[in-house]
């Protein structure tokens, strides 16, 4: 289902965001620090677990999830082709990936399930970095990309205010639920394709 084929629709929807970035002064890199403490926010929200935390958490995720499109643009604008804030950003991704998902889990004390949704998460994006150390096209699509992770966290956020539970069972826990079983298919899917990339 990946969003990240809407990247080009982004990047457009982004030119008045980097103007602006590129007015005030902002880095690309000072971009990826705030993204992070904005992660940071969302975690503490739904550790919190409380209706307002849920939505306070599901906006700072969708705007994560903007200015980790902000910095990679804004890099591109400021052609700065810095492979250390290359490596910045990719590292707090898979911090903020890691405190998201485990605010959510020890929101609703599932702890079991926030391991293998972490795993699921954490092995999706070694796959794609693993199939680039091999000589492979970075690869960001498959089944749940980060841009759909963030997508349905902030969804799932939303609607803990409105109906937290579904089918006897909390929507967080849906979630997790999905994480673990599609992030680590899609881990799976990744490696497949650049097995056969390879072996072809
Ligand atoms: O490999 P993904 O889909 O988890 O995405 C990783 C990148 O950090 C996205 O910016």
């Known amino acids: ?12 929807a982004l030119r008045p965001f980097v103007a602006g970035s590129v007015r005030l002064g902002l880095t690309p890199d000072v971009v990826s620090v705030i993204a992070f403490v904005l992660a940071v926010g969302a975690a503490i929200g739904f550790y ?17 999830g903007w200015l980790d499109l902000l ?12 492979r250390a804030g290359d490596l910045l950003d990719h590292v707090l991704d898979r911090y903020a990936d890691v405190v998201i998902v485990g605010g959510l889990a020890a929101g609703i004390e599932g702890y079991a399930l926030g391991f293998l949704s972490v795993t699921g998460v954490l092995l999706t994006s070694y796959l794609g970095t693993q199939a680039e150390a091999v000589g492979l096209t970075r690869e960001y699509g498959g089944l749940l990309g980060r841009a759909d992770r963030l997508a349905l966290v902030g969804v799932t956020g939303l609607a803990m ?7 006897g069972m909390s929507l967080v826990a849906w979630l997790l ?3 673990a079983v599609v992030g680590h298919l899609t881990a799976l899917q990744r ?10």
């Open 1 to 12: 289902m990946t969003l990240d084929r809407l990247r080009p629709l982004a990047d457009r």
């Open 48 to 64: 919190r677990a409380t209706p307002l935390a849920y939505v306070v958490g599901a906006l700072l995720v969708f705007l994560n």
């Open 71 to 82: 910095d990679g643009a804004l890099a591109r604008q400021l052609a700065v082709d810095s």
């Open 161 to 167: 205010a409105i109906v937290p539970r579904v089918a």
């Open 177 to 179: 639920v999905l994480f």
């Open 191 to 200: 490696f497949w394709g650049a097995w056969r990339d390879l072996s072809s």
